[in-house]
């Protein structure tokens, strides 16, 4: 980082972001963290951000779909040290495919939608494994509490 020059208001800092790419950034948003990168991480979380595109996330007043949110409290078990379940998923070892991840319209393409209102997704054959093609179902209520009870045992 070198500073470059200050104008009214604002100094200007040339920075390397840890990706090797330099931005110029004012002082105050270095000062207060706004700025992390120099936009390589924006670019990173984007598709994330695209999956709007699809329709199902909540906007103009409707509510997600039922497989959005499903996909969307995966991903928070999963990757989300804050998320409360974090620590029987993601902290565990528990991860979901990167594509799953970063493209709901891929989930929904390998996983297909829930049958019904009762059914929620489980991990199987393997309910020690990650959330990943071949390893993941829309279960009953009943085929939830049989894995559960395995689980248990």
């Not at 991480?41 to 996330?57: D, F, M």
């Not at 009762?118 to 991990?123: C, F, G, L, W, Y």
């Not at 009943?142 to 045992?153: E, T």
């Amino acid at each position: 980082m070198r500073h470059l020059y200050t104008r009214p208001g604002a100094s200007i800092w040339e920075c390397v972001c840890d990706c090797g790419a330099t931005a110029l950034v004012t002082g105050g948003n270095l000062t207060r963290g706004i700025t992390r990168s120099c936009g390589c991480l924006r670019k990173e979380k984007a598709p994330l951000n695209a999956i709007r595109k699809h329709g199902e996330a909540k906007s103009k007043g409707l509510a997600p779909s039922r497989e959005y949110n499903i996909w969307g409290g995966i991903v928070q078990r999963c990757c989300n040290p804050r998320n409360a379940a974090f620590a029987h998923y993601g902290g565990r070892g528990i991860s979901m495919c990167d594509e799953w991840r970063r493209d709901f319209t891929a989930f929904v393409r390998d996983v297909g939608r829930s049958p019904s209102p009762a059914h929620s997704i489980d991990r199987y054959p393997n309910p020690d494994g990650n959330y990943e093609p071949g390893n993941v179902r829309w279960a009953t209520p009943m085929q939830q509490r049989h894995n559960r009870s395995a689980i248990a045992s």
